[in-house]
């Protein structure tokens, strides 16, 4: 996990990057023009070494990938890039998927140079992806937070397997995976034998999980912590561009 003299020295480099770019004479920069950022945004920013790491114009069966890094032989991500003009869509990132099954690739980074979004690709049939997060480098407010999680896509972090940490956190942490674990077996006898100590009374393993599945269902807010929630209305100063899973957010400050 990165150190806080790391995160801050990552931050200084996203403010740079965004006082050069986020500027309103680049709003309507094409294509082509809004890759010599990205080309920035991989290098200077992010620690990639260019021609070694990263791939431009990589071929994939017969198509074009605007962008492939690489580590250690690893083809680490699929870089899809978008005219700075242009608002980031579905249609943009299945373009990056195929290039990304193709070639066995778990992550996708879309962007237009203003807006980073980082999509993990789900090898199931069918292939599909999950969205890790968004973040608005035009947004100063959001940088220090977007900082946190960006860094995740340095060099220096995927080399220490950071990244692929980060999404096991994230899939464990995710209310779905949660809400299944508490079905499990084990928790269904603990919470047997509390209530065995606390009332004196037996209870079927049937009473247990209706309990437990209205738990699930149903938001109980008598019961729920007090700090988790101070810490869900701060990361709700994040902003709408943050697609994180609020309560993924709240569980990954947590344990931090």
Not at 84 to 98: A, G, T, W, Y
Not at 186 to 207: A, C, M, Q, Y
């Amino acid at each position: 996990m990165a150190t806080q003299t790391q995160l801050s020295e990552f931050h200084k480099k996203l403010k740079i990057y965004s006082k050069q770019y986020m500027r309103k004479q680049y709003n309507d920069l094409d294509e082509s023009a809004t890759r010599l950022m990205i080309n920035s945004l991989l290098t200077t920013v992010l620690g990639y070494k260019e021609l070694e790491e990263i791939k431009t114009e990589y071929r994939i069966r017969g198509e074009y990938a605007d962008y492939v890094v690489q580590l250690n032989r690893k083809k680490q991500f699929v870089v899809e890039v978008k005219a700075i003009q242009l608002d980031l869509s579905e249609k943009h990132l299945r373009q990056s998927v195929s290039y990304a099954a193709n070639e066995g690739i778990d992550w996708i980074i879309l962007t237009n140079g203003k807006t980073v979004e980082l999509y993990r690709v789900i090898f199931a049939k069918p292939i599909s992806t999950k969205k890790i997060f968004s973040f608005d480098l035009t947004d100063e407010k959001q940088l220090k937070v977007s900082a946190e999680f960006l860094y995740y896509l340095t060099k220096k972090s995927v080399l220490k397997d950071e990244l692929d940490n980060f999404y096991a956190r994230f899939e464990a942490l995710e209310p779905s995976m949660l809400a299944t674990n508490l079905y499990a077996v084990e928790n269904i006898r603990f919470l047997k034998r509390v209530l065995k100590h606390k009332t004196g009374l037996s209870f079927s393993d049937e009473d247990i999980l209706k309990s437990v599945h209205q738990i699930v269902t149903t938001k109980i807010e008598s019961v729920c912590p007090k700090a988790p929630l101070m810490l869900f209305k701060k990361t709700k100063k994040i902003g709408k561009d943050v697609v994180i899973t609020e309560e993924v957010v709240q569980q990954s400050i947590l344990t931090k």
